[in-house]
C-alpha cells in the first residue's frame, strides 16, 4: 500500500464530490467495509496542526505548519512545469513549490488568499519552501486542530482527506462497546473505544513516541484485544476436535512396528525414541492426535512417521502420507517400499503425474484397503481417492502448503475414516517454529520436537562469494566430483517469472557442462515432466550424476548422503529459514561439506550481514528466530499464498507478555461467557477463525 500524500488541495472539489465511485471501491478493495473494518484501519502516523510555526522560525529539515497570503503564484517552467506560489506572514516569507498539480492548485493558490500549509522546510534557492506541502485556504483568526492530525495508510484513488473522514465517521458508528468482562483485560488499559479514539485522534499534547512505536496503552489494548481473538479461535478449535472420536491405534508387540525397528541399520537417537512415545501415546487415545512433528533438516523425521504408520497398520487401519513436491513424495516411496515391502506391507503411490490405468489401480488399492500405506503429493486428496479405513494422515513439511490447503486437507481427509470416525493427523515440519508462533498460531496443535541430529554428522562449513568469483567455485566443483563426491548447484526460483527461472538455470547448467565436459551434469527444473525429474533425480541419487543443477525444488526432503559441496546462486533471494533448509541436503554424509552463497551485484552491508548470520548459527530455530523478525509469520502460516496477514495489531516477538497473558485468560473466558468469547472472535477475526484450525 502506498502512503498517498496527506493533502486536502489536491484533490479538486469538482472531481471528488459527483465521483465517490472511485475511493468507494478503493476502499472495498482495502476490505474497509464495515465500519468496524474502518475504525481498525489505524494511522501510520500523525501530523501536528495544532501549532502555527512562525515563517522566520521555521528551519530546514522541520516539519511544520505555517499560515500566510499568497503574494505570488506562477507556473514556471524551468527545469520543468511547476506551480510556485511564495506565501508571507509578518515574520518572513516561503516558497510552496508543485511539481505534479492541477488547475484548482492554481485557483486555490491565487494571490491574496490566505493558506495554512503543512510540510518539510528545506533550504531552497530562493530562501525557504516547502515542496508538495498539504495546505488549505483558511479565514484569518482559523482555529486550529485540538487533536493530532491521523495519516493512514491509503492508495492514489483514495485521497487521505476522503479516507480521513470516512474513519472519523465510521468511528462514531462503529459497534465498539465493551464485550470483554473487565477482569479479562489487562490493568491499566482503557476501553476499547477510547483506545481506538486516542490512536486516530492524539489530543495535541500527546507522548507522540509512545504512539508510534505502538508502547502506549492505546495499542496494547488493540494488541491484546487482538491476540485474545486468536487464542478464543484457538482454543474453541481445540475443544471441537476434543469432542471428535478417532480409531484407538495402541502398539502391538511383535507386530510391523516392532520388527521395522528391529531391521533398521541404525539405531534411533534419543530424541527419536522420546517424539515415538509422545506420538505413541496420542495414536493410542480415541481422539484424534493433530500433532505437529518438528525438527531440524537431517534430524531423522522420516523414519519416526515411518514407524507411526507401521502402528495403524498394525491396528488394521491405512496410513495416507503426503508431501509438498512430486520428488520429495517420490523419495518417501523408495525409503518406504524399501523399508516395508520386506515386512509384505503394500504401499502405492499417487501423484498428479502418474495418469490413466496406472492412477486407476492405484486409487482401487486405496480404496479397497490393499494398500496399507499411500504416498504421494496433494493427488492424495483429489476427490475420487476414496479410503477403505483411514487411520492415519501423514503431512510431510506441512509449512510448505497454503492455509486453505491445510484446511481443505483436513477437511478432504477428516472424512475418511469409517464409522464417523477421523483420522489420527501428524504434521511434520523442518523449519522449526518458534515459541511465540507456536503458542500463537499452532495452539491446536501438540508440538514434538527431534532436538538432535543422528551421530556422525559434520557440520556444514558455509562461505560467502561474490558472483565475480564464479571461477573459484567452479575448479572447487572439479575437486570435489575428482574425490567422488557430489554437487549441488541450486537457483533461485523467481516467482513472477518462470522463464526469467529458467533462463539462469539453464544458463549455469551449460557453463558447468562447458567446465566439465567429461562429467554428467543434471538439470532439474518445476517445470520439467515428472518423468524427467524422476529420472535425473535417480540418477543423481545413484551416484552416476556427479552434479546437478536445479532450482528450488530440491528444497525439500531431498537425501544424498554423497553430496559434499552446494552453491546457491544469488543466495541474497532466499530467506534464511530456506538457506538453511537448502544447506541441509549436504552434511549428511561422514565427510564435512561446505556450502557456498554466491550473491549477485552490489550487496548493502545489512544484506551482507544477513548472510554472514546464516553461516554463523547451525541452530534451525534461531535461523527461523531471525526470519520471524525479518519477514513476520506469513512464511511459516503459508499466509503468504492467502494474501492475508494474520495478526495486524500485535507483534509476536514484541507482545510476548500480552500473548501469555491472553493465552491464559481464553480458556476461562470461553468457558464463563462463551456468548462473549464468540462475538470477540467475530469482530476480530470474521471468516478468518477458520484459519486457526489448519
Ligand atoms: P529429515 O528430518 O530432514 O526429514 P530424514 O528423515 O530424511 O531427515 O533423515 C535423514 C537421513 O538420516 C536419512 O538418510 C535417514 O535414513 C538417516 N537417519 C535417520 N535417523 C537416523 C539415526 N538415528 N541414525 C542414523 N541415521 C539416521
Ligand atoms: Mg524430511
Redesign the pocket.
Request: glycine share 8%; proline share 6%; net charge positive.
Given at each position: 500500500m502506498a502512503e498517498a500524500i496527506a493533502q486536502e488541495g489536491t484533490i479538486p472539489e469538482s472531481r471528488a464530490a459527483p465521483k465517490a465511485s472511485a475511493p468507494v471501491r478503493a476502499l472495498e478493495r482495502m476490505g474497509l467495509v464495515r465500519d468496524i473494518d474502518l475504525a481498525l484501519h489505524v494511522p501510520l502516523r500523525y501530523e501536528d496542526e495544532t501549532r502555527l510555526t512562525r515563517i522566520a522560525d521555521a528551519h530546514d529539515g522541520d516539519t511544520v505548519q505555517v499560515e500566510g497570503v499568497v503574494t505570488d503564484s506562477q507556473v514556471t517552467y524551468r527545469p520543468r512545469r511547476q506551480l510556485v506560489a511564495r506565501i508571507r506572514d509578518d515574520s518572513g516569507s516561503m516558497v510552496l513549490r508543485f511539481v505534479n498539480f492541477y488547475p484548482s492548485h492554481q485557483k486555490a493558490l491565487a494571490r491574496g488568499v490566505r493558506v495554512r500549509a503543512r510540510g518539510d522546510v528545506r533550504a531552497g534557492f530562493f530562501g525557504r519552501e516547502m515542496v508538495h506541502p498539504g495546505f488549505k485556504a483558511v479565514e484569518p483568526g482559523a482555529p486550529l486542530a485540538s487533536a493530532l492530525t491521523p495519516v493512514y495508510p491509503t492508495v492514489a484513488q483514495l485521497p487521505q482527506a476522503y479516507l480521513r473522514k470516512a474513519i472519523a465517521s465510521a468511528l462514531q458508528r462503529a459497534p465498539l462497546h465493551e464485550m470483554l468482562p473487565p477482569e479479562v483485560v489487562p490493568a491499566g488499559l482503557p476501553a476499547l473505544r477510547d483506545a481506538l479514539q486516542r490512536v486516530h485522534h492524539p489530543s495535541a499534547d500527546a507522548a507522540l513516541g509512545a504512539l508510534l512505536d505502538h508502547s502506549d496503552p492505546a495499542w496494547q489494548r488493540l494488541k491484546f484485544e487482538e491476540l485474545l481473538a486468536q487464542q478464543l479461535a484457538q482454543h474453541e478449535a481445540r475443544l471441537q476436535r476434543a469432542s471428535l472420536h478417532a480409531p484407538p491405534l495402541p502398539a502391538v508387540p511383535g507386530a510391523l512396528h516392532d520388527r521395522l525397528l528391529a531391521a533398521?541399520?541404525?539405531?534411533?537417537?534419543a530424541a527419536?525414541q522420546r517424539v515415538g512415545r509422545e506420538i505413541a501415546a496420542d495414536l493410542a487415545q480415541p481422539r484424534p492426535m493433530h500433532r505437529l512433528l518438528q525438527?531440524?533438516?537431517?534430524?531423522?523425521?522420516?523414519?519416526?512417521?515411518a514407524l507411526a504408520a507401521t502402528t495403524a497398520i498394525d491396528n488394521g487401519w491405512q496410513c495416507a502420507l503426503m508431501a509438498p513436491t512430486e520428488i520429495l513424495a517420490e523419495?518417501h516411496f523408495r525409503?518406504l517400499v524399501q523399508w516395508l515391502a520386506p515386512l509384505n506391507v503394500g504401499v502405492a503411490w499417487l501423484t498428479g503425474s502418474r495418469k490413466g490405468r496406472a492412477r486407476e489401480a492405484m486409487v482401487a488399492r486405496a480404496a479397497s484397503g490393499d494398500a496399507a500405506l499411500v504416498v504421494g503429493t496433494h493427488a492424495v486428496i483429489q476427490d475420487d481417492v476414496r479410503f477403505a479405513r483411514l487411520g492415519l494422515a501423514i503431512v510431510?513439511e506441512q509449512h510448505r502448503f497454503g492455509v486453505e490447503q491445510r484446511l481443505e486437507l483436513r477437511r478432504k481427509l477428516g472424512s475418511q475414516a469409517s464409522g464417523g470416525q477421523e483420522p489420527h493427523f501428524l504434521m511434520?515440519s523442518?523449519t522449526p517454529i518458534p515459541r511465540t508462533l507456536a503458542m500463537s498460531y499452532f495452539a491446536d496443535l501438540d508440538v514434538s520436537t527431534?532436538d538432535e541430529l543422528?551421530?556422525?554428522r559434520q557440520p556444514v562449513t558455509t562461505k560467502l562469494f561474490a558472483d565475480t568469483r564464479r571461477d573459484e567455485v567452479v575448479a572447487r566443483i572439479r575437486d570435489e566430483v575428482a574425490r567422488g563426491r557430489q554437487v549441488y548447484w541450486v537457483c533461485p526460483l523467481i516467482e513472477e517469472s518462470q522463464t526469467l527461472d529458467l533462463k539462469n538455470a539453464t544458463e549455469t547448467h551449460r557453463q558447468l557442462c562447458a567446465a566439465l565436459p567429461d562429467r554428467m551434469i543434471g538439470l532439474l527444473h518445476g517445470r520439467m515432466p515428472a518423468r524427467e525429474k524422476t529420472a535425473v533425480m535417480s540418477l543423481f541419487g545413484g551416484g552416476q550424476m556427479p552434479v546437478l543443477v536445479s532450482t528450488t525444488v530440491i528444497e525439500v526432503?531431498v537425501?544424498v548422503?554423497n553430496a559434499s559441496l552446494m552453491v546457491i546462486e544469488h543466495a541474497e533471494r532466499f530467506g534464511l529459514a530456506q538457506l538453511h533448509q537448502l544447506r541441509?541436503r549436504i552434511g549428511?554424509g561422514s565427510d564435512a561439506s561446505v556450502c557456498v552463497l554466491l550473491y549477485g551485484g552490489a550487496l548493502s552491508p545489512t544484506a551482507k550481514e544477513r548472510l554472514r548470520a546464516i553461516g554463523q548459527t547451525h541452530d534451525g530455530f534461531e535461523i527461523a528466530r531471525r526470519d520471524l523478525e525479518i519477514r513476520g509469520p506469513g512464511e511459516f502460516m503459508g499466509a503468504r499464498q492467502s494474501g492475508d496477514a494474520l495478526l495486524r495489531f500485535a507483534d509476536l516477538a514484541e507482545d510476548a507478555p500480552l500473548l501469555q497473558h491472553a493465552r491464559a485468560v481464553a480458556p476461562r473466558l470461553l468457558a464463563s461467557d462463551p456468548q462473549a468469547a464468540r462475538a470477540h472472535v467475530q469482530r476480530w477475526l470474521g471468516n478468518r477463525a477458520d484459519y486457526f484450525k489448519a
Amino acid at each position: 500500500m502506498a502512503e498517498a500524500i496527506a493533502q486536502e488541495g489536491t484533490i479538486p472539489e469538482s472531481r471528488a464530490a459527483p465521483k465517490a465511485s472511485a475511493p468507494v471501491r478503493a476502499l472495498e478493495r482495502m476490505g474497509l467495509v464495515r465500519d468496524i473494518d474502518l475504525a481498525l484501519h489505524v494511522p501510520l502516523r500523525y501530523e501536528d496542526e495544532t501549532r502555527l510555526t512562525r515563517i522566520a522560525d521555521a528551519h530546514d529539515g522541520d516539519t511544520v505548519q505555517v499560515e500566510g497570503v499568497v503574494t505570488d503564484s506562477q507556473v514556471t517552467y524551468r527545469p520543468r512545469r511547476q506551480l510556485v506560489a511564495r506565501i508571507r506572514d509578518d515574520s518572513g516569507s516561503m516558497v510552496l513549490r508543485f511539481v505534479n498539480f492541477y488547475p484548482s492548485h492554481q485557483k486555490a493558490l491565487a494571490r491574496g488568499v490566505r493558506v495554512r500549509a503543512r510540510g518539510d522546510v528545506r533550504a531552497g534557492f530562493f530562501g525557504r519552501e516547502m515542496v508538495h506541502p498539504g495546505f488549505k485556504a483558511v479565514e484569518p483568526g482559523a482555529p486550529l486542530a485540538s487533536a493530532l492530525t491521523p495519516v493512514y495508510p491509503t492508495v492514489a484513488q483514495l485521497p487521505q482527506a476522503y479516507l480521513r473522514k470516512a474513519i472519523a465517521s465510521a468511528l462514531q458508528r462503529a459497534p465498539l462497546h465493551e464485550m470483554l468482562p473487565p477482569e479479562v483485560v489487562p490493568a491499566g488499559l482503557p476501553a476499547l473505544r477510547d483506545a481506538l479514539q486516542r490512536v486516530h485522534h492524539p489530543s495535541a499534547d500527546a507522548a507522540l513516541g509512545a504512539l508510534l512505536d505502538h508502547s502506549d496503552p492505546a495499542w496494547q489494548r488493540l494488541k491484546f484485544e487482538e491476540l485474545l481473538a486468536q487464542q478464543l479461535a484457538q482454543h474453541e478449535a481445540r475443544l471441537q476436535r476434543a469432542s471428535l472420536h478417532a480409531p484407538p491405534l495402541p502398539a502391538v508387540p511383535g507386530a510391523l512396528h516392532d520388527r521395522l525397528l528391529a531391521a533398521l541399520p541404525f539405531r534411533l537417537t534419543a530424541a527419536q525414541q522420546r517424539v515415538g512415545r509422545e506420538i505413541a501415546a496420542d495414536l493410542a487415545q480415541p481422539r484424534p492426535m493433530h500433532r505437529l512433528l518438528q525438527g531440524d533438516v537431517g534430524s531423522g523425521k522420516t523414519v519416526v512417521a515411518a514407524l507411526a504408520a507401521t502402528t495403524a497398520i498394525d491396528n488394521g487401519w491405512q496410513c495416507a502420507l503426503m508431501a509438498p513436491t512430486e520428488i520429495l513424495a517420490e523419495q518417501h516411496f523408495r525409503k518406504l517400499v524399501q523399508w516395508l515391502a520386506p515386512l509384505n506391507v503394500g504401499v502405492a503411490w499417487l501423484t498428479g503425474s502418474r495418469k490413466g490405468r496406472a492412477r486407476e489401480a492405484m486409487v482401487a488399492r486405496a480404496a479397497s484397503g490393499d494398500a496399507a500405506l499411500v504416498v504421494g503429493t496433494h493427488a492424495v486428496i483429489q476427490d475420487d481417492v476414496r479410503f477403505a479405513r483411514l487411520g492415519l494422515a501423514i503431512v510431510d513439511e506441512q509449512h510448505r502448503f497454503g492455509v486453505e490447503q491445510r484446511l481443505e486437507l483436513r477437511r478432504k481427509l477428516g472424512s475418511q475414516a469409517s464409522g464417523g470416525q477421523e483420522p489420527h493427523f501428524l504434521m511434520m515440519s523442518a523449519t522449526p517454529i518458534p515459541r511465540t508462533l507456536a503458542m500463537s498460531y499452532f495452539a491446536d496443535l501438540d508440538v514434538s520436537t527431534i532436538d538432535e541430529l543422528p551421530p556422525g554428522r559434520q557440520p556444514v562449513t558455509t562461505k560467502l562469494f561474490a558472483d565475480t568469483r564464479r571461477d573459484e567455485v567452479v575448479a572447487r566443483i572439479r575437486d570435489e566430483v575428482a574425490r567422488g563426491r557430489q554437487v549441488y548447484w541450486v537457483c533461485p526460483l523467481i516467482e513472477e517469472s518462470q522463464t526469467l527461472d529458467l533462463k539462469n538455470a539453464t544458463e549455469t547448467h551449460r557453463q558447468l557442462c562447458a567446465a566439465l565436459p567429461d562429467r554428467m551434469i543434471g538439470l532439474l527444473h518445476g517445470r520439467m515432466p515428472a518423468r524427467e525429474k524422476t529420472a535425473v533425480m535417480s540418477l543423481f541419487g545413484g551416484g552416476q550424476m556427479p552434479v546437478l543443477v536445479s532450482t528450488t525444488v530440491i528444497e525439500v526432503g531431498v537425501d544424498v548422503p554423497n553430496a559434499s559441496l552446494m552453491v546457491i546462486e544469488h543466495a541474497e533471494r532466499f530467506g534464511l529459514a530456506q538457506l538453511h533448509q537448502l544447506r541441509g541436503r549436504i552434511g549428511r554424509g561422514s565427510d564435512a561439506s561446505v556450502c557456498v552463497l554466491l550473491y549477485g551485484g552490489a550487496l548493502s552491508p545489512t544484506a551482507k550481514e544477513r548472510l554472514r548470520a546464516i553461516g554463523q548459527t547451525h541452530d534451525g530455530f534461531e535461523i527461523a528466530r531471525r526470519d520471524l523478525e525479518i519477514r513476520g509469520p506469513g512464511e511459516f502460516m503459508g499466509a503468504r499464498q492467502s494474501g492475508d496477514a494474520l495478526l495486524r495489531f500485535a507483534d509476536l516477538a514484541e507482545d510476548a507478555p500480552l500473548l501469555q497473558h491472553a493465552r491464559a485468560v481464553a480458556p476461562r473466558l470461553l468457558a464463563s461467557d462463551p456468548q462473549a468469547a464468540r462475538a470477540h472472535v467475530q469482530r476480530w477475526l470474521g471468516n478468518r477463525a477458520d484459519y486457526f484450525k489448519a
